[in-house]
């Protein structure tokens, strides 16, 4: 099967049920997309189909067949965001911080902070509280 | 995950011809977004063990106005329905359902196909599409059937749905009058209804439909006859105290249910007059 992952072709041999988040994990050794709770409610493996946010625990491989994926190492290390929530500390045991910036990677540029809070409503933060999680992507809008 | 995937076997359909010939030929359950499959599958739940994968028809994606019909095809998912200005100006209420679907990442990947499909008694747009008189468009390699939402489930997450058919869109007539839509949940995003309530006015006569009450979506059907007739609240909501009759489960008790299925109508009658 192939598809984009991070801007570069790629084939793997995989079946075609395995959870596109075991793929990109265990496959292509991109352990950056977390697993929280295997059902959809937390966002932790939110990564980009198409440039749309998806829960990589749900979709089967062969839904990525051809098409381009972005996962948090798609970003490489400088992007505003990933500065943001450490200028922020809107990341504090980390698992769900890959997830929350892909999630915000795709709201508009001049997302308001409600817009904020409904584009994030899909992924969980057990230490935060949120808040430093907005104000690091409202800086980052503002980069 | 819990399922082993060696046990699972995927076909991909390309296009609807296919799907439909693959249907007719072997007994396989059909996938679109994967949303609710994939819950019971990292859970060990799902039983069936052969799937048809949808999601490549693209035929199935279009959001149409063909007379006065509204016509979704099967895998419009939440995101666009959001985004289209057809149903946004003929059925807002459909557009309130699919905002408050999960998160913005199963918004992307739920279909409106599936919902109806997969027939869950929570399914969020399942009582819009009730209170609309929506029909379900049924087809199999060699026919093609319509069948009103109202008619279409047999019990809990079991339909008319012969094994060689697929949902291929959902038609809507024109809604006249007031739409109206509260779904009741733990929180705003990710939670599943503890009561669901779609309704429309038009003047004096109203549809009322609610899930998360029943082992599948319900029309009040005698309290929509009771306000019809002009009787009082009062009266038209003892009807619904008669015919609601929701159970206890891990989301909600029945007497809460009962009680805010109440409250939802009276209010949905109050701000609709």
């Given at each position: 099967m192939r598809f984009t992952l991070n801007g570069a072709p790629v084939?793997?041999?995989?079946?075609?049920?395995?959870?596109?988040?075991?793929?990109?994990?265990?496959?292509?050794?991109?352990?950056?997309?977390?697993?929280?709770?295997?059902e959809g409610e937390c966002g932790a493996c939110t990564v980009l189909i198409d440039g749309a946010a998806v829960c990589s625990c749900l979709v089967p491989a062969a839904q990525a067949e051809g098409a381009a994926v972005l996962t948090i190492e798609g970003l490489g290390d400088a992007h505003p965001l990933q500065r943001c929530f450490m200028d922020e500390v809107g990341a504090q045991c980390?698992?769900?911080?890959?997830?929350?910036?892909?999630?915000?990677?795709?709201?508009?540029?001049?997302?308001?902070?409600?817009?904020?809070?409904?584009?994030?409503?899909?992924?969980?933060?057990?230490?935060?509280?949120y808040s430093a999680i907005y104000r690091a992507v409202q800086s980052a809008r503002r980069q | 995950m819990k399922t082993a995937l060696s046990t699972l076997e995927l076909r991909r359909a390309h296009t609807l011809d296919d799907a439909l010939a693959i249907m007719r030929a072997e007994h396989r359950v059909p996938?679109?977004?994967?949303?609710?499959?994939?819950?019971?599958?990292?859970?060990?739940?799902?039983r069936a063990r052969r799937f048809l994968d949808l999601w490549p028809l693209d035929e199935l994606r279009t959001i149409s106005a063909v007379d006065d019909r509204l016509v979704l095809g099967a895998l419009v998912t939440y995101t666009a329905m959001i985004a289209s200005p057809i149903v946004r100006e003929r059925l807002p209420m459909l557009i309130e359902a699919a905002r408050q679907v999960g998160g913005v990442q199963i918004q992307n990947r739920g279909t409106v196909g599936g919902n109806v499909a997969n027939g869950s008694p929570a399914g969020d747009s399942l009582?819009?599409?009730?209170?609309?008189?929506?029909?379900?468009?049924?087809?199999?390699?060699?026919?093609?059937?319509?069948?009103?939402?109202?008619?279409?489930?047999?019990?809990?997450?079991?339909?008319?749905?012969?094994?060689?058919?697929?949902?291929?869109?959902?038609?809507?007539?024109?809604?006249?009058?007031?739409?109206?839509?509260?779904?009741?949940?733990?929180?705003a995003a990710q939670a599943i209804s503890k009561v669901v309530v779609a309704a429309v006015r038009n003047e004096s006569s109203a549809r009322i439909a609610v899930g998360s009450i029943a082992p599948t979506v319900v029309r009040l059907t005698a309290t929509e006859r009771a306000l019809a007739s002009g009787a009082?609240?009062?009266?038209?909501?003892?009807?619904?105290?008669?015919?609601?009759?929701?159970?206890?489960?891990?989301?909600?008790?029945?007497?809460?249910?009962?009680?805010?299925?109440?409250?939802?109508?009276?209010?949905?009658?109050?701000?609709?007059?």
């Amino acid at each position: 099967m192939r598809f984009t992952l991070n801007g570069a072709p790629v084939e793997v041999d995989v079946h075609p049920m395995k959870r596109l988040l075991d793929l990109l994990r265990e496959e292509c050794a991109l352990t950056g997309t977390k697993e929280g709770c295997g059902e959809g409610e937390c966002g932790a493996c939110t990564v980009l189909i198409d440039g749309a946010a998806v829960c990589s625990c749900l979709v089967p491989a062969a839904q990525a067949e051809g098409a381009a994926v972005l996962t948090i190492e798609g970003l490489g290390d400088a992007h505003p965001l990933q500065r943001c929530f450490m200028d922020e500390v809107g990341a504090q045991c980390g698992i769900c911080t890959p997830g929350m910036i892909m999630a915000a990677c795709v709201l508009a540029p001049d997302a308001s902070l409600d817009e904020i809070r409904l584009g994030l409503a899909g992924n969980l933060c057990r230490c935060t509280g949120y808040s430093a999680i907005y104000r690091a992507v409202q800086s980052a809008r503002r980069q | 995950m819990k399922t082993a995937l060696s046990t699972l076997e995927l076909r991909r359909a390309h296009t609807l011809d296919d799907a439909l010939a693959i249907m007719r030929a072997e007994h396989r359950v059909p996938i679109a977004g994967a949303t609710d499959l994939y819950v019971g599958l990292n859970f060990g739940t799902v039983r069936a063990r052969r799937f048809l994968d949808l999601w490549p028809l693209d035929e199935l994606r279009t959001i149409s106005a063909v007379d006065d019909r509204l016509v979704l095809g099967a895998l419009v998912t939440y995101t666009a329905m959001i985004a289209s200005p057809i149903v946004r100006e003929r059925l807002p209420m459909l557009i309130e359902a699919a905002r408050q679907v999960g998160g913005v990442q199963i918004q992307n990947r739920g279909t409106v196909g599936g919902n109806v499909a997969n027939g869950s008694p929570a399914g969020d747009s399942l009582p819009v599409l009730a209170a609309a008189d929506a029909v379900v468009v049924l087809r199999s390699v060699d026919s093609e059937r319509r069948v009103p939402l109202t008619a279409f489930y047999t019990g809990y997450r079991a339909s008319v749905m012969r094994a060689d058919e697929l949902i291929v869109a959902i038609e809507l007539p024109r809604v006249v009058g007031a739409q109206w839509f509260r779904k009741v949940g733990t929180r705003a995003a990710q939670a599943i209804s503890k009561v669901v309530v779609a309704a429309v006015r038009n003047e004096s006569s109203a549809r009322i439909a609610v899930g998360s009450i029943a082992p599948t979506v319900v029309r009040l059907t005698a309290t929509e006859r009771a306000l019809a007739s002009g009787a009082p609240i009062d009266d038209a909501m003892a009807a619904l105290r008669a015919e609601v009759r929701p159970i206890d489960d891990l989301r909600s008790t029945a007497e809460y249910r009962k009680r805010v299925t109440e409250n939802l109508v009276r209010r949905f009658w109050s701000e609709t007059a």
